[in-house]
């Protein structure tokens, strides 16, 4: 139930999620075919439910990671371009093929670090795969492999996006807006 004073407006209805996050599945499920084990690391804890949905639309072998850093908050107050890991992955991705699944890229900033921090542990491939980009507010270039969704510069919370800790559980993506100070 939304927070008293919080404006809440659909963005992306539950069927197009599912809809695009099967598309999703199928491509990397073509494109990891007979490679062995793939690795998922998901990105906590925004990246939850989208994880959980890609992971069971999957047909080859996988194995689901995660990963946590710092949050937006603790950034933006100081250098917003520092990212600190909260929690590694438990195993060695040495030799593995590896796709880090994130729920959205902002500035790029928490992307790219993962990106730079898995690829000196020498895995066989990285790939990046998020739900969600805002491009208009891309700080730094960071590719990413398997798109979701580009969305304007709007705050969005649901399907394991929040605010303040809130609405991680809608079902849907909406963009909100909390009361006017
Ligand atoms: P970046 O490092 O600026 O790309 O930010 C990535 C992280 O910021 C995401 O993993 C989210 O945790 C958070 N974030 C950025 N925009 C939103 C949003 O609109 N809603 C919820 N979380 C967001």
Redesign the pocket.
């Known amino acids: 139930m939304p927070r008293v004073g919080d404006t809440l407006t659909t963005l992306i209805s539950e069927d197009l999620i599912a809809d695009r996050v099967g598309e999703l599945a199928a491509q990397i499920d073509a494109e990891y075919r007979d490679q062995g084990d793939l690795i998922l690391v998901g990105?906590l804890k925004?990246s939850f439910v989208f994880l959980a949905d890609l992971a069971r639309r999957l047909t080859i072998p996988h194995r689901i990671e995660f990963i946590a850093v710092s949050s937006?908050g603790d950034r933006e107050s100081e250098d917003p371009g520092a990212?600190r890991l909260i929690l590694d992955v438990r195993h060695d991705i040495g030799g593995r093929h590896v796709l880090v699944v994130?729920?959205?890229?902002?500035?790029?900033?928490?992307?790219s670090y993962l990106v730079r921090l898995l690829n000196a542990r020498l895995p066989a491939s990285l790939r990046t795969c998020t739900l969600l980009r805002?491009p208009d507010r891309a700080k730094v270039a960071v590719t990413i492999d398997y798109l979701g969704f580009d969305i304007p510069d709007v705050?969005?919370?649901g399907y394991g996006?929040?605010?303040a800790e809130r609405y991680r559980t809608l079902p849907r993506i909406c963009a909100m807006k909390p009361p006017a100070a």
């Open positions: 990105v925004g937006y990212v994130e729920d959205i890229v902002d500035t790029g900033y928490t992307l805002k705050w969005v919370v996006l929040d605010y």
